[in-house]
């Protein structure tokens, strides 16, 4: 089956440090990878996505993810880290339904 | 409004009682999908559909779950004899279609609270 694995239920960082979040896959055949983000009271926002192409994916807020097949890995990251970014991030594939990881809530500290 | 709507906002209801939530997607997509989130919590997937059909219903959690979409457009899910492990936002989203590299919008969710 297609899943999605975050190993990290929280990740604290202080503001301006780099900020990594992470996921891994379980996918048969090429996968379709999302990042969705949820701000406190807020519904869910698509980030970014991986198709195929370019390992590096730039998406919305100044995030970009790295999709690594030998790793099966598609960490979302962020060079220096906001606040406002403290939310809860899910990874997900597409099956053709969407499964999302249980998320990663991001706490940045000022 | 372009976005993905959700009626109600909030809905309290006895245990026991049925309760229906409403998805109006986005224009032209074709695929619409229902979760449930408990608590700022992860996403338990329920169902989608593509058009009117509903491939995979085996996320409804038992058979006091279900759902229809007609037209293509709206969806309502309904709760029969509501329990309070039944409490939690239930989240919309629809796509142009479903899978492969489409992402998914999703609605503000009904807040359902089973007293």
Known sequence: A?????????????????????????????????????????GLQ??????????????SYGFEAEFNKSQTSFHLKKPSALVSDSALYFCAVSTPDMRFGAGTRLTVKP | GAGVSQSPSNKVTEKGKDVELRCDPISGHTALYWYRQSLGQGLEFLIYFQGNSAPDKSGLPSDRF?????????????????????????????SFLA?????????????????
């Open chain 1, 46 to 59: 698509f980030l970014l996505k991986y198709i195929t192409g370019d390992n590096l994916v730039k998406g």
């Open chain 2, 66 to 94: 279900s759902a229809e979409r007609t037209g293509g457009s709206v969806s309502t899910l309904t709760i029969q004899r509501t329990q309070q492990e039944d409490s939690a936002v239930y989240l919309c989203a629809s």
């Open chain 1, 2 to 42: 297609q899943s999605v694995a975050q190993p990290e239920d929280q990740v604290n960082v202080a503001e301006g440090n780099p900020l990594t979040v992470k996921c891994t896959y379980s996918v048969s055949g090429n996968p379709y990878l999302f990042w969705y983000v949820q701000y406190p009271n807020r």
């Open chain 2, 99 to 115: 899978g492969g590299a489409y992402e998914q919008y999703f609605g503000p969710g009904t807040r359902l609270t089973v007293t």
